[in-house]
């Protein structure tokens, strides 16, 4: 069985000296959509969607694909065509999933605050279930779908206080996180859910963090739902479905790649909770999407500091942000093979935008590279242009999707018109020329 997402490079392909996605040169994307810009692996979804589905077949479950990962409108219906459902958080993901082609009974409802906005409009569309994270949202839901003669299918998210070994910003199962019910509160709060008129109790649910990159948290967690699955069904209450969250870890280093085999995963469930005659409910994201992308960027110029060479490049932290916020590493390698006999040495590699976290990676060994030349950041097809921003009044990039030898900007480019014109003078404030304030120095 393939491990998902386990090289990198692999989304590599090079011929004749130059970097292409499946069939197509990626100076030809640079050269026709620009930089910064996502290049999509269509085959590359495919591949990985098909492998997450062979291993857990059988199991009775769905595939729930996490939106936040990557919400590009081409990516989700590619998984929408393989027959996936969502796992969304917010009121936007859900209208992604259901204008992809998801059908709403395929889609549950996560994040742990939900607005009665959302509550009501997921609850209209008729989705297969809430997960819910308090006994303030229980609440609040029975309310909402009590006024509109409904019953809302929910699965309680448990905090099942095991350490996922993940970066601490994205670690989300320990006791003290703000996410799911504390283990101990939960049967209590189940009770109340089953004497409630607007609540159709239907299971449990878990999402202990993300890139993890070793089953063991996972046998932990899993197994703590079974004890509370077979502990309420003692108590009378009836558990019938197992939401297990995502999570799996992908490679992102290009030498040792510490990451999750699917099947080793699907076997840690088989064991934890598959004798329990429960529906399960999959939400991978990032082990579908992340090395199955690539961010395309054009070096500015190189400028040799005492210290270091930098190597600045034309995209940024505002369209890759995760090196600046968890400190990632995403491998860097150009476009253009280098010439035989070409060293390496160590630069660093920024972005334009005005703070020192701008920078995608430090004393990293890349071949001599001069402006004009195109280098990619790999593994960025999950978390990139979905945590992107318009910082430093920079549009948002250009996202382009990929299937043999043929491309489509799949989103393009933001124009200075949409990134300018969506703010206001107030009505007391001048139009035209500014008018100087009166007493100002
Ligand atoms: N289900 C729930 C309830 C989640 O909160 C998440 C991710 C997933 C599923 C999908 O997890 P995955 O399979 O992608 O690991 N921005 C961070 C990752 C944040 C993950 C948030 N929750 C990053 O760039 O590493």
Not at 69 to 78: I, W, Y
Not at 85 to 90: F, I, L, P, Y
Not at 235 to 241: D, L, R, T
Request: charged share 20%; aromatic share 6%.
């Amino acid at each position: 069985m393939a491990t998902v997402g386990s090289n990198p490079l692999a989304l590599l392909n090079v011929r004749d000296g130059q970097a292409h996605v499946e069939g197509v040169a990626l100076a030809r994307i640079a050269a026709e959509v620009g930089t910064p810009c996502y290049v999509y692996s269509r085959s590359a979804l495919i591949a990985t969607y098909r492998d997450f589905a062979q291993a857990v077949d059988g199991m009775n479950g769905t595939i729930c694909y996490a939106i936040k990962a990557n919400g590009n409108l081409a990516v989700v219906r590619t998984f929408a065509e393989l027959g996936a459902g969502a796992d969304v958080v917010s009121l936007g993901e859900m209208k992604r999933a259901l204008q992809a082609g998801i059908a709403a009974g395929r889609i549950v409802f996560s994040g742990v605050g939900k607005t009665e906005e959302e509550m009501r409009e997921a609850l209209a569309s008729g989705i297969l279930q809430f997960n819910l994270e308090s006994s303030g949202e229980l609440e609040a839901l029975s309310r909402i779908a009590a006024a509109a003669g409904k019953r809302a299918t929910v699965a309680l998210r448990v905090n099942p206080d095991v350490d996922a070994r993940t970066h601490e910003k994205i670690s989300t199962g320990k006791k003290g996180d703000k996410f799911g019910i504390d283990f101990a509160q939960v049967p209590a709060i189940a009770a109340r859910a089953m004497r409630l008129p607007g609540i159709a109790l239907e299971g449990l649910a878990v999402h202990i963090g993300s890139q993890l990159t070793s089953t063991e948290p996972y046998r932990a967690a899993f197994a703590r739902l079974a004890d509370l699955t077979r502990k309420l069904r003692g108590e009378g209450i009836p558990v019938h479905s197992l939401d297990l969250g995502g999570g799996i870890g992908i490679a992102y280093a290009e030498d040792k790649a510490p990451t999750i085999d699917v099947s080793d995963y699907a076997a840690v469930v088989a064991e934890t909770v598959g004798n329990l005659g429960c529906r399960l409910v999959f939400e991978p994201g990032r082990s579908m999407v992340g090395n199955a992308g690539l961010l395309l960027t054009r070096v500015i110029g190189v400028k040799d500091g005492e210290a270091r060479r930098f190597v600045i490049v034309d995209a940024a932290m505002n369209d890759l942000a995760r090196p600046a916020m968890y400190g990632a590493h995403h491998a860097i390698r150009p476009v253009q093979a280098p010439a035989p006999g070409s060293v390496e040495s160590p630069v660093d590699v920024v972005g334009p935008i005005c703070e020192s976290s701008d920078r995608f990676a430090a004393q990293r060994s890349l071949p001599p590279v001069v402006a004009d030349d195109l280098l990619v950041l790999l593994s960025c097809g999950a978390y990139g242009f979905v945590m992107a921003s318009t910082y430093n009044m920079r549009p948002l990039a250009a996202e382009v999707m990929v299937e043999g030898d043929r491309f489509a900007t799949v989103r393009p480019r933001q124009s200075y018109e949409a990134l300018l014109g969506q703010d206001r003078l107030p009505d007391w404030m001048a139009a035209g020329r500014p008018r100087e304030i009166r007493g100002a120095a």
